[in-house]
Nanobody, 121 residues
């Protein structure tokens, strides 16, 4: 069983930046594809970004491409989401997720509890 704990959310003005972190338990972290999803009030959860186990490949939703960067440290069992040029529409609860196997933009085995990001205009 893998536990994921997000941190780093908060309130930021439009145009600002935030860095989310997700700490994972367990020794298999380095074998998982890791991702970030988000869910805004009244909307369905959506894919934000993913990174393969070795960090060789990254994937982004069109809405965040060029503004967000996903990265990971397998030595620290941690995945990050650096967010720049934040917009009010980025306001959501952000979830960290992990899966065994290859990349996916929707099917994940493990989920964190979420961290709130609020962007004020």
């Amino acid at each position: 069983q893998v536990q994921l704990v997000e941190s780093g959310g908060g309130l930021v003005q439009a145009g600002g930046s935030l860095r989310l972190s997700c700490a994972a338990s367990g020794r298999a972290f380095s074998t998982y594809v890791m991702a970030w999803f988000r869910q805004a009030p009244g909307k369905e959860r959506e894919f934000v970004a993913a990174i393969t186990s070795s960090a060789a490949s990254t994937y982004y939703a069109d809405s965040v491409k060029g503004r967000f960067t996903i990265s990971r440290s397998n030595a620290k069992n941690t995945v990050y989401l650096q967010m720049y040029s934040l917009k009010p529409e980025d306001t959501a609860v952000y979830y960290c997720a992990g899966r065994r196997g290859g990349y996916s933009d929707y099917e994940y085995d493990y989920w964190g509890q979420g961290t709130q990001v609020t962007v004020s205009s």
